[in-house]
């Protein structure tokens, strides 16, 4: 197995050849405007000593913080058809009812509510109103909309009145992209709805990235398939992470903890990503990122992603130091390092200048930072050790002392021991763990569904071939599946013995 | 007569501070609060009267929504259904009511009457039945009265009314009401039996809408300002801290429509070394420290996340949560032996005697 990790970050594009399990090269180059360039030119720093000369290379995985930053910063999204099939339920709730306004203007290209939709147990809430449909897709072309959006009441359990309604609005609409919530996966119509909504206004971000990451390995004359990582650090092809682009978006700190996991050898383990700004905390089960249980909001809207349960403290390479009174962050002079730090010819006291003056670190000049002494520079490092201390004292779930994997660019800031932790991991190439994680990134396939009258086991089986079903159809090897999470969860108030089950299954990228 | 405006603000904090309230069950507040600020855009207001302020022959109708929180995540609750379910009440008793109080302060029913209020042009009236959340119909101060549970009416958005117009007992119109609710897709906007002013002001808990609406400013106080909210919780309500630790175990079973199980924590700071288990039918119902019950209904048990100081759910607590267990005084009416008959430890089936944290 041969693979090419390529992590595209804020400031640099990192990429790492990983052969029969172990990581041959890793490189950094800097991000481009046009991402192709970067890409193509952390793909020739990787070929240059060539490592890849005639060889055949079994993926090249890519993570991309694009998404989220376009919904964040509100650039280059999609005016966005919402239709939502179950009227006349919800109608004082519409589509974007709970977004921040200006996102919402920027997205909403119109609203149309017909009947249909389903009961939790199967009923039909209401018959799919068809003509209304293709009523509202009629009013959706003359105001020249492109992607749809389509939700339904209870679609994850039965989702044909969303599909049928797809039907209608290609036959009217025959570019139209379209987007139906049941794909989104969980219950809870307005978290479901808001997820398809964000992917729908992706629809031509997505695909223009795609084609760029698709443009550049060309390119570079390396053949192989492209997959895109997801936020739970699983991948897609990318024709699906076209489709879906909200599933890749938090994938940044899922590929750093996964490629912790990898590079240590630990599956179980408390990791702390130190990047020159935040330090991310995080804890590794079963070599997987655990997930936020909750709501997740991103650029202000509620949704419920599948993303890492994480802490982000303001600690990094880049952190501001104050040494009288003693402070370390929030503050951070962030990619300006190498201008503003005093050890580069600047003037704001960082942390990396305090690594410098003690022998850490051998970057810029140690004499610029020769005023430091010894007894200073310890009581830097010890403020540094106890800010990520109680940050891991958060996080962690069990009361015992577990590992931390200290990874990214100002690991060094972590010490070889700290309170409640049994050892601390620093890797190689950990500051490019990112990219590692990349590499090495699995398909998952999910099932989230409520089961009635079956039994506990007969439940978990059935929703346990379902999420089989769906990895296999997103690109794994079905002999390499393993289940990473089974959970179920009787419902109160339902008759019967309704209880929602929850399963995921992750395996190996089926050879192509 | 004085009523007061409920603003927007105001919303915003219930919507914090019934959560609390619904000692773990209830449902979240949300989607109402979602409804109420669509209504107040559109110019809507509602007013807030003090049950004081009834005349003793005027009449009020009593809202919730019944059913399953998890098919109110899929069917959104609409602000017209519940006001649809006051109107067929007062079209079937022929009165006009004085103003619309919550049957239960505690979670999502807490900002019913407000909805169905912003429509019919009426005050909510500052007093509810439970002063938090309970599973079952009997478990209210007007069960605890005797006073007649019937009729009430239910009402779906596809519509579907229905009125059940006699039953003897409480627990009759528990099973009949659910028996209908599950009809509907196990969701049903409800008005309860119609109560006079003289009854409200007997058999009412009052100031309840007021007290989640200053628990919640203060939660929400506290987190903008980065202070602790559960001190601030403390600050405008005579609760105590009965534990501070880490979820490590949740349980649950679905048992004749409950959620019931229980949930384990570790002990944190102070309470380090010390295990506590609390109980849970879709509430939180008895609370043990270390194998000894410390804390029981009526009594609210209030599970906090320790960092922003909003209640935890039995249906969404999970393992490895830092929470803040807290208890808040119990309305009076159930201290009384029938009040304990219908709320106390027994009535959730568990052989101990009720010691209140506050006696």
């Known amino acids: ?512 | 007569m004085a009523l007061r405006d409920i603003t927007l603000e105001d919303i915003e904090s219930l919507a914090v501070g019934a959560w609390v309230l619904g000692t773990g069950g209830g449902g979240s507040p949300y989607l109402g609060l979602l409804n109420m600020r669509a209504l107040y855009k559109e110019g809507d207001r509602v007013q807030l009267m003090s049950s004081a302020d009834l005349a003793d022959d005027d009449w009020v109708g009593a809202v919730s929504n019944m059913g399953a929180p998890l098919v109110g995540q899929e069917r959104l609750t609409d602000s017209r259904t519940i006001a649809r379910a006051v109107a067929l009440m007062e079209e079937h008793v022929r009165v006009r009511f004085r103003g619309i109080m919550s049957l239960e302060i505690g979670g999502g029913n807490s900002i019913q009457p407000l909805m169905a209020a912003a429509h019919l042009k009426r005050p909510v009236i500052d007093s509810d039945m439970m002063g938090r959340a309970y599973p079952e119909a009997q478990m209210t101060s007007v069960a605890v009265g005797d006073l007649k549970p019937c009729p009430l009416t239910t009402v779906d958005v596809r519509g579907l009314e229905s009125v059940v117009e006699s039953v003897p007992t409480w627990k009759w119109m528990e099973r009949v009401s659910r028996k209908i609710c599950v009809e509907y897709g196990s969701i049903a906007s409800t008005c309860k039996a119609p109560r006079t002013g003289a009854e409200v002001k007997k058999w009412g808990i009052h100031g309840t809408t007021t007290k989640a609406i200053a628990i919640g400013a203060a939660v929400r106080e506290a987190q903008r300002k980065h202070e602790d909210p559960i001190a601030a919780i403390l600050s405008v309500e005579p609760g105590k801290v009965l534990y501070r630790g880490k979820v490590t175990d949740v349980e649950r079973r679905a048992t004749e429509g409950f959620l019931r199980g229980r949930t384990r924590f570790d002990g944190m700071d102070a309470f380090r070394g010390a295990a506590m288990e609390i109980n849970f039918q879709n509430e939180w119902i008895v609370a043990w420290l270390d194998g000894k019950p410390v804390a029981m209904s009526p009594d609210l048990i209030c599970v906090l996340d320790s960092i922003s100081g909003e209640a935890v759910g039995t249906e969404t607590i999970r393992y490895g949560q830092r929470v803040t267990v807290i208890a808040l005084p119990p309305p009076p009416v159930f201290l009384s032996a029938k009040g304990l008959q219908h709320v106390g430890p027994r009535a959730f089936g568990y052989d101990i005697e009720f010691k209140s944290v506050f006696a």
């Open chain 1, 1 to 512: 197995m041969r693979r090419i990790g390529i992590d595209v970050g804020g400031t640099n594009t990192d990429a790492v050849l990983i052969e029969e399990g172990k990581v041959v090269r890793a490189v950094k180059a800097p991000t481009s405007e046009d991402v192709t360039t970067g890409i193509l030119d952390s793909l020739k720093s990787l070929g240059s000593t060539g490592v890849l000369a005639g060889k055949k290379i079994d993926g090249v995985m890519i993570g991309t913080t694009h998404f989220i930053n376009a919904v964040v910063q509100r650039r280059s999204l999609t005016k966005v058809a919402a239709l939502r099939l179950g009227m006349p339920a919800s109608a004082s709730l519409p589509p974007f009812c709970d977004w921040p306004e200006d996102l919402a203007a920027l997205v909403r290209g119109g609203v149309w509510m017909v009947e249909g939709g389903h009961e939790y147990d199967g009923r039909l809430f209401m018959p799919l109103d068809e003509a209304a449909v293709t009523g509202a897709v009629q009013e959706m072309k003359a105001a020249g909309l492109r992607s749809v959006a389509i939700s339904a009441i209870f679609s994850p359990l039965d989702p044909g009145h969303e599909r049928r309604a797809a039907e209608l609005v290609a036959a009217v609409i025959p570019d139209a992209v379209i987007t139906c919530s049941s794909d989104l996966g969980r219950i809870g119509l307005l978290e479901r709805e808001n997820a398809g909504l964000l992917n729908a206004a992706l629809a031509d971000l997505a695909r223009d990235t795609i084609a760029a990451f698709e443009t550049a390995i060309a390119d570079s004359g390396i053949a192989a398939p492209l997959f895109i990582t997801q936020n739970d650090g699983t991948v897609a092809e990318a024709g699906q992470a076209r489709r879906l682009p909200v599933y890749s978006f938090a994938s940044g700190a899922t590929n750093s903890m996964r490629g912790a996991a990898y590079l240590s050898g630990l599956a179980d383990a408390m990791v702390i990503d130190v990047g020159g700004t935040t330090a991310d905390v995080g804890q590794l089960k079963h070599g997987f990122p655990r997930e936020a249980n909750s709501v997740v909001k991103v650029g202000g809207v509620r949704t419920l992603f599948r993303m890492p349960d994480l802490l982000s403290i303001g600690l990094g390479g880049g952190s501001h130091v104050q040494l009288d009174p003693l402070k370390v962050g929030p503050v951070s002079v962030g990619y300006r390092l190498l201008k503003e730090g005093i050890a580069f010819g600047g003037r704001q006291l960082t942390t990396t200048d305090v690594a410098v003056a003690s022998g850490v670190l051998n970057l810029g000049d140690r004499k610029k930072v020769a005023h430091l002494d010894a007894a200073t520079c310890k009581k830097v490092f010890d403020e540094a050790a106890r800010l990520a201390e109680e940050a891991i004292d958060r996080m962690k779930t069990e009361a015992g002392d577990v590992p931390l994997i200290a990874v990214g660019g100002g690991a060094f800031l972590i010490p070889e021991k700290l309170p409640g932790v049994s050892r601390v991991v620093h890797v190689e190439h950990g500051d490019c763990a990112n990219a590692v994680g990349a590499a090495i990134a699995q398909v998952s396939g999910e099932c989230d569904q409520i089961f009635k009258d079956l039994s506990r086991t007969d439940a978990l089986a059935a929703a346990q071939g379902i999420a089989n079903d769906r990895a296999v159809a997103a690109g794994a090897a079905r002999a390499s599946l393993t289940t990473i999470e089974s959970e179920d969860m009787p419902l109160a108030y339902l008759p019967g013995n309704s209880v929602r089950v929850r399963v995921r299954v992750v395996g190996d990228v089926a050879a192509g």
